[in-house]
């Protein structure tokens, strides 16, 4: 099965809100605050996706309200420590 998903285009996105301790996701370290947020959660549930493109997405980060714009290369996946909109994972 292959693990990889490909993002082109140009996407406005939200940070989601909550966040299941142990959860996958896939997201963006802040370029501000440097805190992780997410924007969708992780389909393989095991953090073993490959991620590419060329897509820029425009987000605010939940935990500092900088906005920015981000690339598909930006792209991060990670596990959540915690519940709540980030994670220092």
């Known amino acids: 099965m292959d693990r990889t998903i490909s993002f082109a285009g140009h996407f406005p996105v939200e940070s989601k809100q909550a966040l299941r301790p142990g959860g996958w ?45 981000y690339s598909a290369a930006e792209l991060v996946v990670f596990e959540a420590a915690q519940g709540g909109p980030a994670s220092t994972a």
């Open 25 to 69: 996701y896939i997201g963006f370290r802040c370029g501000a605050c440097g805190e992780h947020f997410a924007i969708m959660d992780e389909p393989t549930g095991d953090g073993e996706v490959a991620l590419s493109g060329n897509a820029a997405f425009e987000a605010v980060c939940p935990n500092c309200a900088t906005p920015r714009t």
